[in-house]
């Protein structure tokens, strides 16, 4: 997508290196850094340099090829470089998945120089993979606007940020977004801020307004009120897991909308490619939810927010039980969480 005129994506591997967005520093400043090994890979992904599902996923596959290069025929270096990326951020199986994908793939072949260069393809193949799918995911979701639309007039809710900078490009909740404002309809989103880490208010608010899409930020605590006022059409999220049964990880906050929406009788759909569903657990109980530093909670920066010597909690993601889903909205179609396992052999 566009930044001053400028087509970018969220990442982007360039004469051996990855270039990405760091996204700690926007909305103030747009800055590129190279990840030049896989420390570099674990750092940007633990410390949210790169974050949303799926950017995870991407930025972890070339972790592995970096891994590869770095350990030589020292496999035992090899698979604790990839457990040590694996571990860096629990919650979104974007990252579980595509570091075993691009492995398995890699190790297929016996000769280190064969297994660098597979590493790479299989890489590169995933963030095309992933560029395809949501952009997809965007033409899917654009039907399911103009079903909720009226005059062609839609109001869209969105928490955190499942836009293109939490993607390669084009986002998932975003997409159909994009999609509809290109195809002419007429689009206003209400982002929630999304804290403590403000992705919404940061991060998505920072691309609608480089699209010049038509949005307004608000507290987390007010899409229920707006939800009542009859001023939102749809919700439309991001997924960090996805299980078999449609339980829906995403950031923390999720849950309270789906509930809002559900009781205003408001359609609420999640939008993610094929990859976030994870068809090794049966529902939300098994997926792992990630608890980072409090003083996320307690401080921005330095300057305190509460009371600083007070404890406090930051779980960074909650469940969606599926019975709160209208449908998901996926590269493949759109399905309600009943359906979801029929695409169980459509991941690759
Ligand atoms: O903690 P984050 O910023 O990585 O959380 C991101 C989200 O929860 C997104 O909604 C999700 O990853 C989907 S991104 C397309």
Redesign the pocket.
Known sequence: MKYNGKKYTSIWFEKGIIKIIDQTRLPEEFRIIELRNSEDIIYAINN?QV????L?GVTAAYGVYFALKESGDNYQSFFNKISRIKESRPT?VNLEYAVDLICDYALESNDLDDQIERSLDKADEFYRNDMNACKKIGENGYFILQKVAKANEVNILT????GWL??VDF???SAPVFEGVNRGMDIHVWIDETRP?N?GGKLTAWEYYHEKIPHTIITDNAGGHIMQNGDVDIVI????RIASNGDTA??IGTYLKALAAYDNKVPFYIA?PISTIDFKIKSGKDIPIEIRSEDEIKFSGKTPLNHSLSPALNH??DVTPAKFITGFITEKGIFTPNQLKSLKNEKI
């Open positions: 949210m974050r949303g599902a799926p995870i979104a928490h955190c940020n499942a939490a993607t986002g998932t909740a880490r992705q999220t991001g997924a960090d995403n950031k993610a960074g993601f």
